[in-house]
């Protein structure tokens, strides 16, 4: 789910989704990520037209992870693309356009923005202008030049194609890269191996959640985990996938503001080197963050957005 920067609050999804699927997930347990991931990072984005309770005029900043698969281009979640400003203003059409998002690779990000409660409740606006230009400003974050979220996306039923690119204003370079799966790469584990297999979810969100807390967030952390199901909220099967959170050898599992973040095959030594993302973390069934989905990312229609996200309009 994607995280409200600094307050740790999901966003409710819209009428055509039953309570209580939540919009994606951080890694709760787990461990400190120790570099093994250098090419996951965190993104933190405004979106105009969205409301923050504490100020009187819309505006409201979120934080998600994503993972770079080459040296400017980074594939998160389709929430944690939707709806991003430009300039601080509304884009022409939601699912892309934006460039109101920043990326860093940071294990341990430096924000050094001023607290949302020195500009509240009637200074929104000055509050995204000193932010963005601080962000801006730091060597440590990179500018999205646009963003694209999957064409057949919908708000209001937003784990059907959970997916978003950012194409970044600057390159990011690297020795490795996240790499996108072959179409259907997923249904080599469907059935009984899938109890062979063993995946590795990374992302920047909270550690512990409930209704009335948090606990962590803002460095990236990874988790080992087990392919339970292919059938993630409400029975869709090949969209929503769903990973364990704990037992059986693993180590935890996702929460807010682990959106969009990669979840890697790791079944032998041989596949976790390939950095083979599966499936991106999308949606949770709780506040408590001890039951999410992840969407997989290995469809034909998946592939081909990401492989020409601008052409696919």
């Known amino acids: 789910m994607h995280r409200n920067l600094l307050r740790a609050a999901a966003i409710a999804v819209g009428a055509l989704l039953l309570p209580p699927v ?21 993104l933190l984005f405004h979106v105009p037209d969205a409301q923050d309770p504490r100020f009187e005029d819309p505006g409201a900043w979120y ?23 430009v ?35 009637d200074r929104n606006e000055e509050r995204y ?9 730091s060597d440590e974050w990179a500018e999205a030049r646009t963003t694209f979220t999957h064409p057949e996306y919908v708000d209001a039923q937003f784990l059907l194609h959970d997916l978003g690119v950012v194409e970044l204003s600057e390159p990011i370079d690297l020795p490795e890269y996240g790499a996108l799966p072959t179409p259907d790469y997923l249904d080599r584990y469907d059935g009984a ?64 503001g682990d959106s969009g973040g990669p979840t890697f095959d790791i079944t032998t030594e041989a596949i976790a080197e390939q950095n083979v993302i599966v499936a991106v973390t999308s949606f949770g069934l709780n506040y408590n963050c001890n039951a999410s989905g992840s969407y997989r990312i290995d469809q034909p229609d998946d592939l081909a957005f990401l492989t020409d996200p601008e052409g696919s309009y």
Not at 63 to 85: E, F, K, M, N, P
Not at 221 to 234: C, E, I, N, P
């Open 22 to 42: 939540l919009p994606a997930h951080a890694i709760v347990g787990g461990a400190p990520d120790g570099g093994e991931h250098p090419f996951v990072g965190q």
């Open 63 to 85: 934080s998600c992870t994503g993972t770079l698969v080459d040296r400017d281009t980074v594939v998160t979640a389709g929430h944690c693309t939707y709806a991003i400003g």
């Open 87 to 121: 300039e601080g203003e509304p884009p022409a059409d939601p699912l892309l356009g934006g460039t109101d998002v920043w990326f860093t690779v940071a294990e341990d990000p430096q924000l050094a923005l001023p607290p949302s409660s020195s500009f509240a409740p």
């Open 129 to 137: 202008e000193t932010w963005s230009a601080l962000l801006d400003a």
């Open 193 to 256: 191996a899938k109890n062979g297999a063993l995946f590795e979810s990374v992302g920047y969100g909270l550690e512990d959640s409930g209704p009335k807390s948090a606990l962590g967030g803002d460095t990236r952390r990874k988790a080992d985990r087990r392919l339970v199901s292919f059938r993630g909220a409400y029975g869709y099967r090949d969209i929503a996938v769903m990973f364990s959170h704990a037992g059986r050898g693993t180590t935890g599992g996702t929460c807010f």
